[in-house]
């Protein structure tokens, strides 16, 4: 297969890893990353976001290159055909019998009920664009959603914040969408329930809170943007359930400290795939292993990973991900592993 690709035309807009933005990162590795972050020091001079513990791995347009015409280890096994079961969510079952719940459809878009409160994460509901398509189907009408409270976005690349899909949401129920900072000039033609929540900052309606926390990642969307839009994971918590929520990230000490401070997490959603090669993707994607350790690190009782099967983005083929994961899994008994097929529900009291 030809790299150039549609995935690498995609990838050469949107989906590269950062540039020289990253270089300004800050050493302060005897700061603690919550302090870091009430000091505001992933501010850049220049107005970019930096990871300010500093990743020491950033990528240029050059590596870009040397990725997309070097050798895939994966090219032949990645021309085999794959297909994962889809399930359609019975959400009127769901909301009948109650009580909290999360539905992974697919990538990294979950639809969590807590409390009363339904959250949607980075809805993507069709392909990226014309060049890069799903290769799993959303598997439920957007119009057959129960109504969205909140919309949390992780950060700016295409593949997590997808205009038709922010479009949609917003004309069918109003929304909240729950940014970083930066996404003004983006939120502004489209809707204004919009809410801006910098690294460990939180925001509290009904019994629910929303909490913005630190992640290892970038962000662009344009020629001119690179790292303009602040990335975050988010803890949600409510009556006595507390969940993470990482978009993308590559790993990173911060989980260790987000698990001592706030954990355990009755669930965290990471996820695990667009890892290969790893020497281009390390700092910004975590591998299977890498997942496994930060929601170790977050003392998860529920490690549900996400990010997998659903784009054809990076070297690996799409099946081994879950596959990998499930190898260096073995015997461990915590956290537990909820593997969710596409439009598969968890619900934190075993009910299936």
């Known amino acids: 297969m030809n790299r150039l690709t ?3 035309l995609c990838a050469m807009l949107t989906l590269s890893t950062q540039a020289c933005a990253d270089g300004e990162a800050r050493q302060t590795s005897s700061a603690s990353i919550e302090q870091m972050s009430r000091d505001k020091l992933h501010h850049g001079k220049d107005g970019a ?19 997309r015409f070097s050798k895939n280890p994966y090219a032949e096994e990645k021309k085999k055909p794959v297909r994962f079961n889809v399930s359609v969510p019975d959400f009127a079952r769901l909301e ?13 878009t979950v639809l969590i009920k807590i409390n009363g409160k339904r959250i949607l994460t980075d809805p993507v509901f069709g392909g990226i664009n014309l060049l890069l398509k799903r290769k799993t189907r959303f598997p439920i009408a957007p119009e057959k959603l129960p109504a969205i409270d909140f919309v949390l976005i992780s950060h700016g690349h295409y593949d997590h914040l997808n205009t038709a899909s922010v479009k949609t949401l917003a004309e069918l129920f109003n929304p909240w ?15 204004d329930r919009h809410i801006t929540l910098d690294w460990w900052e939180t925001h509290e309606a009904d019994g629910v809170r929303i909490t913005s926390l630190p992640v290892q990642h970038w962000s662009k969307r344009g020629l001119f943007d690179t790292n303009a839009m602040l990335w975050a994971g988010f803890m949600v918590d409510g009556n006595g359930e507390r969940y993470f929520w990482a978009g993308d990230t590559g790993y990173y000490r911060g989980f ?8 355990p997490f009755s669930a965290v959603f990471l996820p695990i795939g667009s890892y ?28 549900i990973p996400i990010h997998w099967g659903t784009f054809d983005l990076t070297d690996e083929p799409l099946e081994l991900p879950i596959k990998r994961l499930k190898e260096v899994y073995g015997g461990t008994k915590e956290p537990g592993l909820m593997i969710l097929e596409h439009g598969g529900t968890w619900r934190p009291d075993g009910r299936p």
């Open 276 to 303: 290969e090669p790893r020497w281009f993707m390390k700092e910004n994607h975590l591998n299977p292993e890498e997942a496994l350790q930060a929601a170790v690190d977050l003392k998860a009782k529920t490690f």
């Open 177 to 191: 969408f729950i940014t970083g900072p930066g996404y003004d000039a983006y939120f502004g033609p489209i809707t």
């Open 49 to 67: 976001f930096v990871n300010p513990w500093g990743n020491g791995g950033a990528r240029g347009f050059f590596d870009l290159l040397k990725w």
């Open 256 to 263: 260790k400290e987000i698990g001592d401070k706030f954990g």
């Open 6 to 8: 549609p995935i690498a």
């Open 96 to 108: 009948a019998d109650g009580g909290n719940y999360a539905v992974w459809l697919g990538h990294s």
